[in-house]
């Protein structure tokens, strides 16, 4: 994202991050400064650009002990993470506290997509930012939708990354069944393309599902992290999602077993005869 807003001719000021050999790089490359403190990133620019892991992350970097708010007034801070709802409504609080405002920017798509200005974004907040937004907005993403007030834009990311990982794991369990009936697994992806077996997913993870290709664009770990936390808000709305709690089990089960840093498709891993993690041997008696 960085790089494509320089690449635009917005000037990148600053840039953080927990690896600091990345900040660095990155830093460097673009002409930017390499902050050691969050609060140096914020004295250096207007608006921050926030993408992190968890809730738990995005609460720190705004209101630990070296936080983005220190110097924030007049600042906008445009979150794109992944998170709970109610986290984004108290960065939204601490924020508003400090004399900045923020907006969320939940972002569908991956790497590629981000490098392009081809996003999918969910914007939530004050529209008066939005629109105030919306030039820097429209470099980074190819379509977007303004969603309402703060919160309810990570909740339709909460269900977009639910519904996606439903397919992922539907459709690795029909690949599975498929290797194991002997059956070709291009032509089974192929009938699947062209009948209602068909998805968005087929096209971005059947491949790399059926020849084992789990490079990392979105983690099994993130897919579990995003799974509970559309479960939360069904709890909290009081439903029952059957497919949605299997699916958050498979995805906690990739992580015990060793696999969460895999990209999403190696769910397939779990659902392939001769697949999966290795058991240790039992130790005899």
């Known amino acids: 994202m960085a790089r494509r807003l320089k690449e635009v ?13 990345a900040a660095a790089e990155v830093a460097k490359e673009l002409g930017a400064e390499a902050c050691t403190k969050l609060a140096r990133v914020t004295e250096l620019s207007d608006i921050v650009i926030t993408v992190v892991t968890d809730d738990k992350a995005m609460v720190k970097i705004f209101k630990g002990a070296d936080n983005l708010l220190k110097k924030a007034r007049g600042k906008v801070f445009i979150n794109c993470a992944t998170v709970s709802p109610k986290t984004h409504l108290e960065v939204e609080k601490l924020a508003k506290k400090a004399g900045a405002t923020t907006l969320e920017g939940c972002m569908a798509s991956s790497i590629t997509q981000a490098r392009e200005g081809t996003l999918y974004l969910m914007c939530g907040g004050d529209k008066a930012v939005f629109e105030k937004m919306l030039p820097l907005l429209q470099k980074l993403a190819k379509d977007l939708r303004y969603i309402g007030r703060t919160g309810q834009a990570a909740q339709v990311k909460a269900l977009v990354n639910m519904v996606m990982n439903i397919n992922t794991a ?5 690949l599975g ?5 002997g059956l070709d697994l291009a032509m089974v992806r192929e009938v699947f393309s062209q009948t209602g077996a068909n998805s968005r997913v ?3 993870d059947g491949e790399d599902m059926q020849n084992r290709d789990h490079s990392c664009f979105f983690s099994a770990a993130h897919a579990a992290k995003d799974s509970g936390i559309a479960l939360k808000l069904g709890k909290a709305a009081k439903l029952k999602l059957p497919l949605a709690t299997a699916t958050f089990a498979q995805f906690t089960k990739m ?6 840093e895999l990209d999403k498709s190696g769910i397939a891993e779990l659902t392939f005869r001769g697949r999966g993690p290795k058991r240790k041997p039992r130790a005899k008696k």
Do not use: F, H, N
Request: glycine share 16%; hydrophobic share 45%.
């Open 170 to 174: 539907g459709l690795a369990e029909g």
């Open 177 to 181: 069944l498929a290797d194991a009936l």
């Open 255 to 260: 992580e015990k077993a060793g696999l969460g």
């Open 9 to 21: 001719g917005y000037p990148v000021t600053a840039v953080y991050d927990v690896r600091k050999s």
């Open 202 to 204: 087929l096209a971005t």
